[in-house]
């Protein structure tokens, strides 16, 4: 099911007023997960697209997180804006599924050069010894694939969130707050108002 055309323009339209507004880091939201003994998770990731099939994000497909989310593929999502209007966030929960071989390729050649050594040099989630280790790993990389593209990772790629709820947290003086909640209900988008 394809996200409420509603809900997405919306979020396209704060995405691009955040970054016409300065904030440094528009992108940023907190990918909530649970791995498999319901023990729930929070870091910061950077949504990398919005579509009518969902939100994108990239990672490490061995990392913490990665094992997470095969284990329970419901997360939940939140991006906040402290300083737009009186203060904005949104929620998304949903559904998880790995991207295409495509989609994550096609991704990985438009990052920078450092990024993509990056993923290549960084054991993700696992222990690091000491800070050189990562340093030696990284220029072993860049050697590795001195004069060359440097290719995808198998073990790095993308992910796309289906979303199946969006609410809109507008700030308010006196914590008056608007929230305007879009769910999907057997099939059907469905939009409410929520009391702050």
């Given amino acids: ?25 528009p992108h940023a939201m907190s990918l909530s997960s649970v791995d498999a003994r319901g023990r729930p998770h929070s870091r910061i990731v950077l949504l990398k697209g919005t579509g009518p099939d969902g939100l994108r994000f990239f990672t490490n497909y061995t990392s913490a997180k990665a094992h997470e989310l095969a ?51 960084s054991l993700q989630s696992q222990t690091l010894p000491a800070r050189s280790d990562f340093e030696e790993r990284i220029a072993a990389y860049d050697a590795e694939f001195a004069g060359r593209d440097v290719p995808r990772p198998p073990h790095w790629g993308g992910y796309l969130v289906r979303p199946d709820l969006i609410e809109f947290w507008y700030g308010a003086t006196f ?12 099939g059907t988008w469905r939009q409410r108002m929520l009391y702050p």
Avoid: T
Wanted: charged share 25%; glycine share 6%.
């Fill in 1 to 25: 099911m394809n996200l409420c055309p509603e809900a997405l323009n919306e979020l396209d339209a704060l995405l691009a007023e955040a970054a016409a507004g300065g904030d440094p880091e």
């Fill in 175 to 186: 914590r008056l707050h608007e929230r305007q909640r879009f769910e999907l209900v057997d």
């Fill in 71 to 121: 284990a329970n593929s419901m997360v939940a999502l939140c991006l906040h804006w402290k300083h737009l209007r009186d203060g904005i966030q949104v929620r998304i929960e949903g559904a998880v599924e790995e991207l295409s071989a495509a989609d994550s390729d096609a991704y990985f050649a438009s990052r920078p050069r450092g990024s993509q050594i990056g993923a290549w040099a």
